[in-house]
């Protein structure tokens, strides 16, 4: 990752994690054991999931899932 700065540390339970912030200043904290393909997944899920939400239109009423 271009650009990328963060540092390695301990959590809590002592495993090895990596905090830094995103650019748009979300402040993160990834465990070092998460496999790079279940990361890569989550990040291809998320790009879509932004894309998507972009491209809806404003003002446009979204379903919400309801209980039954």
């Not at 979300?26 to 291809?44: G, S």
Request: glycine share 8%; aromatic share 2%.
């Amino acid at each position: 990752m271009a650009g990328f700065q963060g540092e390695v540390v301990r959590n809590s339970q002592g495993r090895e994690v990596v905090r830094f912030t995103t650019a748009s200043g979300v402040r993160a904290v990834v465990a070092t054991c998460i496999p790079q393909e279940a990361l890569d997944k989550m990040a291809r899920s998320l790009k879509r999931k932004l894309a998507s939400s972009q491209t809806s239109q404003v003002g446009a009423t979204r379903q919400v899932p309801t209980e039954d």
